[in-house]
Structure formats: C-alpha cells, structure tokens
C-alpha cells in the first residue's frame, strides 16, 4: 500500500542534543510538509518542500531544519532541542494538480518526540 | 491568534444518532476546507472538503455544510457508529489543498460514540 511512513514513532532526546526525525513516502508526491503537534493544540505547519523548493513558515524557529534529498524522503532536524519542542511532529504529502494548487494531504503516523 | 476555531474539545453522542462538529473561521480569504479525522497513535486522515463555492458536500454518511456569511462550517455524521469515535480536525486553505496558504487546522473535537 502506498502510504507516508515516519520513523521513529518516539524518540527521546536531551536538551541541547540534535535529533533528526524521518519521513518517507511510497505516494510519488511532489509537495512534502513537516508540522508540529504539542498537546491539545491544532497541528501547526513548520515548512513544505515543493520539490526541492524549501519553504519555511515565517514563525518557524532557526532551531528547526530540514532536507530533502529525493522525492521519497524528508528529515526534520532539531539542532538544539529544547523542553518546549517537546511534540508530536508530523509529515505529509501532497501532488500537484494541473491548476497549480496540490491536492489533498496525506499524513503519516507522527513521531512523538520527548525532550529530558 | 487562531484563525480556525472549534470550540467543543469534545462531543459524545448515542449509537445512531447525528454526530455534529462544528467549526468556525476568521479569515475571509480561506476557499477551501477540509475535515480529518485521527484515530489514537495514527496520522490524520482526509474524511471529506467543500469548497467555498458550495455550501454542501456529502459523502455517505458525513455531510460537510458552509456557510459562508457566518464563516461556518459543520460535519454532520448520520447515524453515527461506534467506529467514528476520534479526534476531528476542522482545516482550512487558500487554495485547493493548500497550495497557497497552506492548511490552517483547529484544536480538534474528540468525538465519542456510546453503543
């Protein structure tokens, strides 16, 4: 089945220790995002690649970083986490439509991601 | 400040009735919305859109209704199944998918459905 895997699914870093999170996708999708969920919140988007075009969400702190090497894979790096970033990170995916806006997306599981 | 809102965290309802989740907006620009749904240590999983062009869209059992004046939409659930209890999440764009604007999704209503 096609389908938005992350890896970890928990990961348990300590402050200041850069972690790197794992989004992969089986969908060919050209449009990859990566958000943040802390508790009782609404998802909250940090950046998208359009291809290999990065686009960061203008309230996203330096702290978070990301790469893209090829379609199927995008890494959410947090360089020095702190016990704030402590949430549920998310990925999805999305393609484009030929009226130039993308189609719906697709969510992987979430990674929950602990700061001690 | 939160521009898509749902302001009941959580809803219980019988077997067999209507579930309704509501959700509102404040930004007049979003054309495009969309309901998820979450199941416990799972992702959100797309359920059903409208566009602001329509202020119905049905799809089976759930029915999303806009109503554009009041910036607000609804899901209406009949009859609602023990299976649909989950976490909802009420979003909206700029563009069909979020091409523009991205999504912009609410806190969520954790749905229970009592057999």
């Known amino acids: 089945d096609a389908m938005v895997i992350q890896n970890p699914r928990y990961q348990v870093t300590q402050f200041g220790k850069p972690v790197t999170l794992s989004c992969s996708q089986t969908?060919?999708?050209?449009?990859m995002y990566w958000y943040q969920q802390k508790s009782s919140q609404a998802p909250k988007l940090l950046f998208h690649y359009y291809d290999k075009d990065f686009n960061n969400e203008a309230d996203t702190p330096d702290n978070f970083q990301s790469r893209r090497p090829n379609t199927s894979f995008c890494f959410l790096d947090i360089r020095s986490p702190g016990l704030g970033d402590a949430a549920m990170y998310l990925c999805a995916t999305s393609r484009d439509l030929a009226s130039g806006s993308t189609d719906t997306q697709y969510f992987g599981p979430g990674t929950r991601l602990t700061v001690l | 400040d939160q521009q898509v809102k749902q302001n009941s965290p959580s809803l219980s309802v019988q077997e067999g009735r209507i579930s309704i989740l509501n959700c509102d907006y404040t930004n007049s620009m979003f054309d495009y919305f969309l309901w998820y749904k979450k199941y416990p240590a799972e992702g959100p999983t797309f359920l059903i859109s409208?566009?602001?062009?329509?202020d119905k869209n049905e799809d089976g059992r759930f029915t999303v209704f806009l109503n554009k004046s009041a910036k607000h939409l609804s899901l209406h659930i009949v009859p609602s199944q023990p299976g649909d209890s989950a976490v909802y999440f009420c979003a909206a764009s700029r563009g069909y998918g979020g091409s523009q604007g991205n999504l912009i999704f609410g806190k969520g209503t954790k749905l229970s459905v009592k057999p």
């Open positions: 409208i566009s602001s062009i329509k």
């Open positions: 969908l060919n999708h050209n449009v």
